[in-house]
């Protein structure tokens, strides 16, 4: 099995070699392109506009000064020439991709771009809490990843769905399990706006988060439930958008 990994948060990040790790727990096929610099948030962006700079950092390891999409488009369809990957994993992220994240992520988005060139393709994050910020359970992650990947591939993946697993902020001994869920949502609240001025007094903006918005109560069978009760959640997500039952009552009102 050949599989190529990537990540939103650059080719050095420690999440990177954790998935290199449950890659090669499943195979010695394995191939990281991962950004040259931290791409997070950026979501499914390609680059059309700028030039693609490929550097080569080691046996199977290229950085590419471009987004993770980039990155899975020219590992299968340059770096790893005619043989593309078996498999896309995308991570492993430093930090949950829960809810609306998902639309955000760049890995997430690394993930969505293997599913659309018709690879099986997964996309790991590990939670964290203010209390592990500096210390993510990283074993965690090591510990479950194999044995998921290898059930759900064993399993497989229909072709239009990307599977976003996301490990909780506890050590490996304290998770109860693993939960299949569906996106979750949190209150609207949880975007802000930081003001600030620099050493000439002119303003300037940060996007930033509002905690308190973000520890709402989550509904029962969602990813955020998951991870709040400690356990692995696993949700498979459509790369088909189209809202079937709308597209009904919208048929009928525009006629």
């Given at each position: ?38 791409q997070?948030g ?26 993770p ?35 955000y992520s ?5 993930a ?17 809490s ?22 759900v ?19 490996p ?28 007094g ?15 109560t ?7 439930a ?7 959640s ?22």
């Open positions: 099995m050949r599989i190529l990994c990537t990540n939103d948060d650059g080719i050095h990040a420690p999440g990177l070699k954790v998935v290199e790790e449950i890659a090669r727990a499943l195979s010695d096929d394995v191939w990281v392109v991962a950004p040259e610099l931290d997070s950026v979501s499914h962006s390609l680059s059309l506009n700028d030039p693609l700079r490929l550097r080569e950092v080691g046996p199977r390891h290229f950085a590419v000064r471009g987004t999409t980039d990155c899975v488009i020219m590992g299968a369809r340059h770096i790893l020439g005619v043989k593309l990957p078996d498999v896309v994993l995308s991570g492993v992220n430093k930090g949950r991709n829960v809810a609306e994240d998902v639309v760049g890995t997430i988005a690394g969505l771009e293997g599913t659309i060139l018709g690879l099986p393709s997964f996309a790991l994050s590990q939670e964290f203010v209390e592990t910020r500096d210390r993510l359970p990283w074993d965690t992650a090591r510990k479950f990843g194999p044995d998921i990947l290898r059930k591939i064993a399993a497989g993946i229909p072709k239009d769905t990307v599977i976003n697993v996301n490990f909780p902020s506890c050590a001994e304290d998770v109860l399990g693993i939960r299949v869920t569906r996106q979750g949502k949190r209150n609207l609240g949880f975007l802000r706006i930081d003001e600030r001025k620099d050493g000439r002119n303003p300037y903006f940060w996007i930033g988060f509002e905690r308190t918005a973000m520890m709402d989550p509904a029962d069978g969602t990813d955020l998951a991870l709040r009760e400690r356990y692995v696993v949700t498979p997500l459509r790369l088909d958008r189209t809202n079937e039952a709308f597209s009904e009552e919208l048929s009928a009102t525009l006629k």
